[in-house]
């Protein structure tokens, strides 16, 4: 199981509070950018790293980044390198001699070494294969090692072409032959006797003392993972892939079975505590991501660690234990970072500063309490508050993108995946969540757009894809526009025609506005959706993309289209004209109105940031100052103050502007 394969979500828990990053800015004058860069943070985390005394901690990421950090205060700050053509690291290690010489093993971009702590990096190579492959299969245990001799010797395991090795520092690289150094699961090596090592292998467990020039087997049968005890030389601990847990007293020479591993599962990690004695993590064998135990008795029993609520992304997708005082467990869950200092027992967020590839694709205020904003993520559904300082996940799903809130009653929120198989509802402000699927009808497939009823508790609109199966006038799979007036829990089908933009009216007459509903390019309904009218007047054949309806104004309404640009309508769709003069030629992606002395329509471009209209539409501005170049997929705007603005991007996260954009 590589490490790109992880997906997992959790819970946050804020370890000192996030604080608001530095700006993304690209102006060289000294004004300062309208939009600023507030989160999420967090990233995909495959595996942590410590330097010997327990003072820096390092965290590489599926994306090539690699980030440190000080222990219990700190906040993660990005350590310099970033790859071309980006791959997981997989195993980073701290030179036991030298904390400012660092170690990074990617997926397939080679094996990168800095000597300044990260300030700069260069690859290594010589006499490796030119297209190499790592697996970091033991989540904590490291394909890559460095001892504790003088010169300090490096080991590699790679997937196809075994172990190699390189006495000075990386520079030239030779293979190691034998037992030992052949379809290895994992590797361990004595700090005490650096010449001493161990290979986990698929033959059996394998013992060197000559640094790979002769291996012994020492323990018969496929064995997953291998560890050393820090605190007692002669202790070891091995799990077998059939035939259990064991422990050696003797370095290795003879064998005690301990127990069953936890659940019969093969052990694919095993860390053990050195300010505890007998006190054993250990991840097993799982799906996505790998269970997580501890011991107490040096593996005679196990209990399960939790780091967030059980779902199906709760196991972690790695974890360390590094030896400070006192000791910290590290586990990656969901794109998020915890940490642990009382064995497991309770874990906080340790995520501030950690910054990946993330979207924030939809984006709803709470029209009762404007303060909180909830946004749909590549990353899953979150509320945010105090202007982007505060985040909390709400869902332990990922990839939830459309969201409405209950007109009347802000505790009851929808969320729905574009493509995935789940509409959601919470009766709670996000605590809990009930899957609306209706038996036999419909099973949702795709959540494409979702609209609550301003004037209707109860009622919401939802188009997407799912299956019919059992529906009396529909057979198969299908797309179409459902209308629900009891909060999801049953639906009627509006028409046989999904729509990927839908909107309505927040004042009376109520009026709903769909884009795409077969081939007519923006419908409406005044009736609650009952009968549709044609509101295409000079559209045939445009692909509308989005649409917005003026707050003040339910006839005055905004589109964006794939080959004809902005247009605006202010009789109800009954004449269309071009709405972009100011614009660049970039496509819309989202809307967003707002009231009060000026009003002002925001456009977010793909590729060219957001963009104001003070006059309906008639000209536009740029108010993009520190979100430029950026695809904005998502625009908010206060209702309470309409100069706080929210842009969510494709792949920078959420922008927040206290001044309109300007």
Not at 43 to 61: E, K, N, S
Not at 141 to 163: I, M
Not at 312 to 333: G, K, M
Not at 403 to 420: I, N, S
């Amino acid at each position: 199981m590589t490490r790109s394969k992880i997906s997992i979500l959790g819970l946050l828990l804020l370890l000192a509070g996030l604080l608001q990053s530095p700006h993304l800015a690209r102006s060289a004058g000294a004004r300062s950018p309208a939009w600023i860069h507030v989160g999420p943070y967090g990233a995909d985390v495959t595996c942590f790293a410590g330097d010997a005394q327990g003072t820096v901690f390092y965290a590489g990421t599926s994306e090539g980044r690699v980030f440190s950090s000080s222990p219990f205060r700190g906040r993660w700050r990005p350590r310099g390198l970033a790859l071309a053509e980006p791959s997981a690291i997989v195993s980073l290690v701290v030179d036991p001699a030298d904390s400012d010489v660092l170690y990074a093993a990617t997926e397939y971009s080679g094996i990168f070494k800095t000597v300044d702590g990260g300030a700069s990096w260069r690859r290594l190579g010589g006499g490796l294969p030119a297209a190499l492959h790592i697996d970091n299969w033991g989540l904590a245990s490291s394909p890559l090692l460095v001892s504790s001799s003088s010169p300090p010797a490096v080991y590699v395991n790679l997937r196809f072409d075994g172990v190699f090795k390189s006495v000075d520092g990386g520079e030239s690289w030779w293979q190691l032959r034998g037992g030992g150094a052949e379809s290895v699961h994992c590797l361990a090596i004595s700090r005490w006797a650096p010449e001493t090592l161990y290979a986990a292998t698929a033959r059996g467990l394998f013992r060197t003392t000559d640094s790979g020039a002769l291996w012994r087997k020492c323990l018969s049968g496929e064995i997953r993972a291998v560890t050393l005890d820090p605190s007692r030389p002669s202790r070891l601990y091995a799990s077998s892939q059939y035939k259990g847990f064991f422990r050696s007293d003797d370095e290795g020479a003879t064998w005690t079975r301990v127990a069953d591993n936890p659940q019969s599962a093969p052990l694919v990690s095993i860390v053990v505590e050195p300010n505890a004695p007998g006190a054993i993590y250990a991840a097993a064998m799982g799906g996505y991501a790998a269970p997580l135990w501890k011991s107490l008795d040096m593996g005679l029993t196990w209990e399960e660690i939790r780091v967030v609520e059980r779902s199906r992304y709760s196991d972690p997708d790695t974890f360390a234990l590094i030896a400070s005082q006192p000791t910290v467990l590290l586990a990656a869950v969901a794109g998020h970072t915890f940490e642990s200092t009382d064995g497991g027992r309770a874990w906080r967020l340790w995520d501030g500063g950690l910054t990946t590839t993330v979207a924030v694709n939809s984006l709803v205020l709470d029209a009762a309490r404007p303060q909180r904003l909830y946004a749909g993520t590549s990353r899953g559904l979150f509320i945010v508050r105090d202007r982007g300082r505060s985040w909390k996940a709400l869902a332990p799903l990922r990839g939830h993108r459309i969201f409405a809130v209950g007109p009347r009653d802000p505790r009851t929120l929808y969320a729905g995946e574009e493509w995935g198989e789940y509409l959601i509802r919470s009766d709670d402000g996000g605590r809990s969540w009930t899957r609306l699927d209706s038996d036999p009808f419909p099973r949702w497939r795709g959540v494409w757009s979702l609209v609550a009823d301003p004037q209707s508790p109860g009622t919401i609109y939802a188009s997407g894809l799912f299956d019919i199966a059992g529906h009396r006038e529909m057979e198969g799979d299908a797309e179409g526009l459902l209308k629900s007036v009891d909060r999801g829990e049953t639906w009627t089908v509006l028409h046989p025609f999904g729509t990927r933009a839908l909107a309505m009216s927040q004042l009376g007459p109520y009026v709903i506005y769909a884009a795409g509903v077969g081939a007519v390019p923006v419908s409406k309904s005044t009736d609650g959706g009952r009968t549709w009218i044609d509101a295409s007047a000079g559209l045939r054949g445009a692909d509308v993309i989005s649409i917005a309806v003026d707050p003040e104004s339910p006839e005055t309404v905004y589109i964006s289209t794939a080959d004809r640009g902005v247009l605006r309508s202010v009789d109800g769709g009954e004449l269309w004209v071009p709405a972009r003069a100011g614009l660049p030629d970039a496509t819309a992606r989202s809307f967003a109105t707002s009231t009060g002395p000026i009003p002002a329509v925001y456009v977010g471009l793909e590729g060219a940031g957001v963009y104001r209209s003070t006059d309906r539409g008639v000209t536009w501005e740029a108010a993009d100052s520190g979100i430029e170049g950026l695809t904005v997929d998502a625009i908010a705007v206060d209702p309470g103050k309409p100069g706080l603005l929210y842009a969510g991007t494709s792949d920078s996260g959420l922008f927040v502007s206290p001044t309109g954009g300007q």
